[in-house]
């Protein structure tokens, strides 16, 4: 039985930054990828970014890409995105996620494990 808990959403201004994380509790799989999708109101969920089972390596959507970053404590088999620069865009429902897949093929339908998600509000 594996479930993810995330923790560090909340309302910040644009511009600002917040860090995300991601602790798995009960069983895991050493060697899942895990990753970062979100969902905004009327939208379908997306991918964020997602990193490998070891952390070396990492995979951000475009929308993304240069103001988030995601890292993983591997012995604590733990993720984290740290988002800067944040816009009104960003704005969503986080979840954290945890896949066999590599790192580069995490999508919303390969996911095992999702997280109960956690609310990013990105004032203007």
């Known amino acids: 039985q594996v479930q993810l808990v995330e923790s560090g959403g909340g309302l910040v201004q644009a511009g600002g930054s917040l860090r995300l994380s991601c602790a798995p509790s009960?069983?895991?799989?050493?060697?899942?990828?895990m990753g970062w999708f979100r969902q905004a109101p009327g939208k379908e969920r997306e991918f964020v970014a997602a990193i490998g089972s070891s952390g070396g390596g990492t995979s951000y959507a475009d929308s993304v890409r240069g103001r988030f970053t995601i890292s993983r404590d591997v012995a604590k088999n733990t993720v984290y995105l740290q988002m800067n620069s944040l816009k009104p865009e960003d704005t969503a429902v986080y979840y954290c996620?945890?896949?066999?897949?590599?790192?580069?093929?995490?999508?919303?339908?390969?996911?095992?494990?999702w997280g109960q998600g956690t609310q990013v509000t990105v004032s203007s």
């Open positions: 996620a945890a896949g066999l897949s590599q790192y580069a093929y995490m999508n919303s339908h390969n996911v095992l494990y």
């Open positions: 009960g069983r895991t799989v050493s060697s899942s990828a």
